[in-house]
């Protein structure tokens, strides 16, 4: 079955800085990676997503990359925040299905003012 | 995107019973799904809860331990059965709605069993 590695656990970065979290998966037919962003006692939140007919996708100061072949995909953050400060997971849909999800494991970012 | 509720928020628990979870989605969504966010943990997905069909459940998890109801296009339940401290846990629900591979989740309850 689909298996999803996140890396690194736990990233801490200075106000302003890049951050960047990386995803690798295992079943070459997943075609949606979103990522989820989850402040402490919140419900995840949906932050941005990609399907595998693209390699890049941008929302102001997230982006999110995709290499099927290699089957990784990474969300970077630029010019981070204080309130970037959360757990943010990877996920894949197994067998291309429509609404499964497999998550990673998470990282818990920390933005130092 | 649809707004999603749950109840109870959150519950404490005796050993033994059960706790049923209610999700409620302000507009119609084909597919619903439950979820257990153990503390500290990432999110693992129980089953996914089909309007007029039986739930599908994921591997480890069984329908006598975690029952499910899809009555209508808008609301599910989960029941967590015989209930054990190993069930202290957030449980979530998601759906689907318009795009059918963008979920987005209610806000959780979070079960303590004593």
């Known amino acids: 079955g689909e298996n999803v590695e996140q890396h690194p656990s736990t990233l801490s970065v200075q106000e302003g800085d890049s951050a960047v979290i990386k995803c690798t998966y295992s079943?070459?037919?997943?075609?949606?990676f979103p990522w989820y962003k989850q402040e402490l006692g919140k419900r995840p939140q949906l932050i941005i997503d990609i399907r595998s007919n693209v390699g890049e996708k941008k929302d102001q100061r997230i982006a999110v990359t995709l290499n099927k072949t290699a089957k990784h995909f990474s969300l970077h953050i630029t010019e981070t925040q204080p309130e970037d400060s959360a757990v943010y997971f990877c996920?894949?849909?197994?067998?291309?299905?429509?609404?499964?999800?497999?998550f990673g494991k998470g990282t818990k970012l920390s933005v130092k003012p | 995107s649809a707004v999603i509720s749950q109840k109870p928020s959150r519950d404490i628990c005796q050993r033994g019973t059960s706790l049923t979870i209610q999700c409620q989605v302000d507009?119609?969504?084909?597919?619903m799904f439950w979820y257990r966010q153990q503390p500290g943990q990432s999110l693992t997905l129980i089953a996914t809860?089909?309007?007029?069909?039986?739930?599908?459940?994921e591997s480890g998890f069984v329908i006598d331990k975690f029952p499910i109801s899809r009555p209508n296009l808008t609301f599910s339940t989960l029941t967590v059965s015989n209930l054990s401290p190993e069930d202290s846990s957030i449980y979530l629900c998601s759906s689907s709605t318009g795009n059918v591979y963008e979920q987005y989740f209610g806000p959780g309850t979070r079960l303590t069993v004593t």
């Open positions: 507009s119609q969504v084909t597919m």
């Open positions: 079943d070459s037919a997943s075609n949606y």
């Open positions: 996920a894949a849909n197994p067998r291309g299905s429509q609404g499964n999800l497999i």
């Open positions: 809860a089909n309007q007029g069909s039986e739930a599908t459940y």
